[in-house]
């Protein structure tokens, strides 16, 4: 997994509530059996018309917006579990998904895939909104060390909760399988315990 | 202060706990399907990391198979690559798996209950949101993501952090033609999608308590549309009496010793949640959706709410449905019957007792899709089947089917599709089309009226 301290970038505001998984990779792209090539589906119903014709309505096809940081509404990654969800956004190439609220599934899946999901509260998240679109230039900087995200150019910022387990992941670039595997032992013998049920 | 039914099952099975971090859970059974299980194997394949107890995993191909001749040659490539590579994983690594045509095929969901695969007070895994289902029995049951499938082929552990509790208690005795199904629908557009979030749910009261096991796996089934990571109901002699002498289940003495054991599981009198709701059975209507997310939900007696957002606003736009109408009347061309949520034999029952001497409208496309072979082999036993083809149903054979359109079962682009599935997101049963949630019974009514009906008017 790759390792994240800090990212100081442009972002993409998707002011939508309830962005669920079905939305970020339909159904119909998780025929694949490895982990690549997500990313030029991602958002696909909502990036293109249905006769594949581009649509220009939509936010990431607006030129003026660019950068690794998705800026999303309430509740994001609601639905289906599927991990693809998350490698489609990081095969996109977003690091960062600033959100008021995170589904539980999607938060994990995101976190085992070094794709950060940064959670601050609905006023500061408006605040995002209303910049990034009055100045897409706008750089936000999100410091994982200090759990922090602030708007460049403004003292605006917030700080923000992420697991201590979690964090260390990140910064280091581990997985919790190199972990597990070190507590083999512990598990047999819990396994021996097991009796009851 | 007291545990509850979530506590007792967790705390058993807690291996070891990090320091100011998650804590490490001992799985018992993980069930895999061949959408969120390939890139898990060619992890530990890369890895060089062997799997850890393959005896505990119990494999079945669903959510892209199809749903008819399924004798014949899966005609697209990469659906049937994927099954092929799920089936040459599962024989590589010694899985149990039920392929396509093997008569304990079907929806993870629903395969494994009817096999005894599932038993309250265990732990359940699966890379699949629905997993939630399971906790009917009394079990932690819950959906994973690929990298934690991945975590329990090398370990049968997963590392997590401990959710918050909440329950959710309706009591009273339920209308006529309200289903499990409606009460769901009903609790989620009460709390929200959002309200189970960093929760895990139970749901208690006589309504659950009076449900069947179909019922009550119905409910559960759909905890994860609101937020809640699983759904558990207190196993009490409904749940021992649907478990004893299946194919799995602990037999003679052993089961004796189970049910000593499950008993112990219910709530403590004294034990308090994080968070409680109340609701009145009496409340509740059979229920419809009319937006793009399972909250989005009214009963037949109501209106389209007058909500000003964009979020409403664009929901509304998508299904083409105006603030302040009614449902009823509104002409459907598609009826779907199935998904883990709503394929059991039950819910085939509910069907072909309201269709029986009636005849399917000859605007609709109506598709029964059972959750597994068994449901299959019983709805033609029991003779439901003959009742499905004078009235022009059409019964297929099992699988993930319309619930989320991954084969060729897709509702086409614009059309309205009554569905007893579990999401009526934007384009979930293909492009572009449009999803009402409802129950077995009201989709049965869609299907021979050609249009929404009030079915309590029927009723009463």
Known sequence: MEKFITLKATAIPLDIENVDTDQIIPARFLKATNRDGFGKNVFRDWRFQKDGSVNTNFVLNQPQFDGPILVAGDNFGCGSSREHAAWALTDYGFKVIVSSFFADIFKGNALNNGLLPVQVSPEFLKELMTTIAADPKTKIT???????????????????????????????????????????????????????? | MGKTL??????????????????????????????TSPQAFNELEQRNIPIFRPDQIVATADHNTPTINQHLPIKDELSRKQLEQLSANCKKNNITLYELGHKYNGIVHVMAPELGITQPGMTIVCGDSHTSTHGAFGTIAFGIGTSQVAQVFASQCLLLTKPKSLRVTVNGKLKNGVLPKDVILYIISKIGTNAGTGYFCEYAGDVFENMSMEGRMTVCNMSIEMGARGGMIAPDETTFEYVKGRKFAPKGEEFDQKVAYWKTLPTDDDAVFDKEYHFDAEDIEPMLTYGTNPGMGIKISEFIPETSDASFEKALDYMNFKKGETLIGKPINFVFIGSCTNSRIEDFRIAANYIKGKRK????????????KQVEAQIIEEGLKAIFDDAGFELRQPGCSACLAMNDDKIPQGEYCVSTSNRNFEGRQGQGARTILASPLMAAATAVEGKIIDITKQLN
């Open chain 2, 361 to 372: 409208a000859d605007n609709v496309t109506a598709w029964l899709v059972p959750g597994s």
């Open chain 2, 6 to 35: 979530f506590d007792k099952v967790w705390d058993a099975h807690v291996v070891d706990t990090i320091d100011n971090g998650p804590q490490i859970l001992y799985i018992d059974k993980h069930l895999i399907h061949e959408v």
């Open chain 1, 142 to 197: 999100v410091d994982l060390e200090a759990q922090t995200i602030g708007i460049d150019g403004s003292n605006h910022s917030e700080s923000f909760e992420i697991d201590a387990y979690k964090k260390t992941c990140m910064i280091n670039g581990y997985d919790d399988i190199d972990y597990l595997l070190s507590k083999k032992e512990t598990i047999e013998a819990f396994e021996k315990t097991l009796q009851a049920y």
